[in-house]
């Protein structure tokens, strides 16, 4: 049974006035936002009607900067969503914003609104790396918006972006521990994409910038996932989603999460195969993971079997499924 269902309604935050370097959201100036509130009764019926065996259903408005559009037409919105919220057919309100689009009027009015969840759009805690993507606002501010939005009782979730201009290592790092001293709830992990058209791009070409390899991205992914991961911060998703432009596009993975699992699964079971000294040729070793991560143990299109088969050419390597099992866990055992 499925547990939990999501209803997307993208609100664009046409007209913004930010520059954020990467971004591909057209700016215009006049009329805010394509969705009109009407549209958003539709769709929510339209995804009642083909929702079957959910516990929890969620409408959840995406764009990145939901509290940027005027209160008004926040409120048009989220009276609609409110309705089904009073009404029983929806479970909980979830939308996404920047960290300057937090002050008390605002959360006034999402809490009025029965709003359950607030996402901020973090992209990293590196005051640097904040200023060379031109994000507009600092690290102080992202502090100063999370406090408030926990004081109020909001879920927090925290989104931050990989390989942005001046990023590092460090700066991955420290952005994920800044995100565990602040303890929200939920997270996402995104990898830069340099899309075609965006100022990111420009500054490529003119060589003021350079993406990431594939491999760089899911080694800083990797560690930062690992941290929030260690912290209990359930991490919702780790990537883009695919989509036929966005498969275009420099940085993109359609499997990006799994490559990051994969790896951290390479990681733990070699650990635990380097502690099984002395083992004659042609062991057997049972690993065993849940059935969500067992294809990580094999990795991406069978890459981690390549690399045991190569560090381990005298064991025999075999997978199973044990539900009992945590996410991201794997369980070593000789066969006797
Ligand atoms: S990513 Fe930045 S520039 Fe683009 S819509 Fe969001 S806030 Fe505005």
């Not at 799994?258 to 070793?285: C, F, K, N, T, W």
Request: aromatic share 8%; proline share 4%; charged share 25%.
């Amino acid at each position: 049974m499925k547990k939990h269902a999501i209803i997307p309604i993208f609100i664009s935050h046409r007209g913004c006035p930010n520059d954020c370097v990467f971004c591909n959201q057209k700016k215009v100036t006049s009329r805010e936002g394509d969705v009109q509130p009407e549209d958003v009764r539709n769709t929510i019926e339209q995804w009642l009607t083909t929702l079957k065996d959910v516990e929890t259903v969620e409408v959840s408005f995406y764009g990145g900067s939901f509290t940027g559009i005027p209160m008004e037409q926040q409120s048009a919105f989220l009276e609609i969503a409110k309705e089904y919220k009073d009404s029983g057919r929806i479970d909980a309100i979830h939308l996404s914003t920047r960290p300057d689009y937090i002050d008390v009027p605002i959360l006034d009015n999402l809490k009025a609104y029965s709003v359950d969840v607030i996402e901020l759009g973090v992209q990293s805690f590196s005051d640097h790396v904040l200023e060379l993507s031109g994000r507009g606002h600092d690290a102080a501010c992202v502090y100063k918006a999370c406090d408030l939005i926990k004081s109020y009782g909001f879920t927090l979730g925290i989104q931050l972006m990989i390989g942005l201009p001046g990023d590092s290592m460090e700066t991955c790092r420290y952005s994920a521990l800044e995100t565990v001293k602040i303890g929200p709830a939920i997270a996402r992990l995104y990898p830069t994409v340099t899309i075609l058209g965006t100022e990111l791009y420009a500054m490529m070409e003119r060589k003021e910038y350079s993406p990431l390899t594939l491999d760089e991205a899911v080694q800083r992914t990797k560690v930062m996932y690992e941290i929030l991961e260690g912290a209990g911060i359930n991490i919702i998703r780790v990537g883009l989603k695919s989509s036929e432009i966005m498969d275009q596009e420099i940085g993109f993975h359609p499997a990006f999460r799994q490559l990051v699992e994969s790896a951290i699964a390479r990681d733990r079971i070699s650990q635990a195969l380097d502690a099984l000294i002395d083992l004659p040729e042609g062991s057997i070793i049972d690993v065993s993971a849940n059935s969500h991560s067992y294809g990580n143990i094999f990795g991406h299109k069978g890459s981690n079997r390549e690399f045991f088969a190569k560090k381990y050419p005298h064991l025999i390597i075999k997978g199973a499924v044990d539900n009992d099992l945590r996410d991201n866990f794997y369980q070593v055992i000789p066969r006797p």
